[in-house]
Nanobody, 122 residues
Framework: QVQLVESGGGLVQPGGSLRLSCAAS????????IGWFRQAPGKEREGVSC????????YYADSVKGRFTISRDNAKNTVYLQMNSLKPEDTAVYYC???????????????WGQGTLVTVSS
């Protein structure tokens, strides 16, 4: 079964950190760019970050630049999103998805995970 599974979400205080994981099963991540997206209550889904398959180049939305770091471990078939200096406005369900390019054009998103909830609150 082809799937992505996110984990690592939770409740954290402002200024805290979390590391999200996106683990693939049933296929190899090596050939795909992987994007992280988020959707806050009442808002549209937005792109947060992505990492290419070819040279590992990365992209970050302006809202998270300097605070989030994306990385991939092909041996573990997993992509990570390290989130530091978290803010209440980072509260959302975070999803990962396979893509054919980074930055994403949103045209080639194919396999999505189920999402993991991140809540930033004191």
């Amino acid at each position: 079964q082809v799937q992505l599974v996110e984990s690592g979400g939770g409740l954290v205080q402002p200024g805290g950190s979390l590391r999200l994981s996106c683990a693939a099963s049933g296929f190899t991540l090596d050939y795909y760019a992987i994007g992280w997206f988020r959707q806050a209550p009442g808002k549209e889904r937005e792109g947060v970050s992505c990492i290419s398959s070819s040279d590992g180049s990365t992209y970050y939305a302006d809202s998270v630049k300097g605070r989030f770091t994306i990385s991939r471990d092909n041996a573990k078939n997993t992509v990570y999103l390290q989130m530091n200096s978290l803010k209440p406005e980072d509260t959302a369900v975070y999803y990962c998805a396979t893509d054919l390019q980074c930055p994403s054009s949103w045209e080639y998103l194919e396999v999505w995970g189920q999402g993991t909830l991140v809540t930033v609150s004191s």
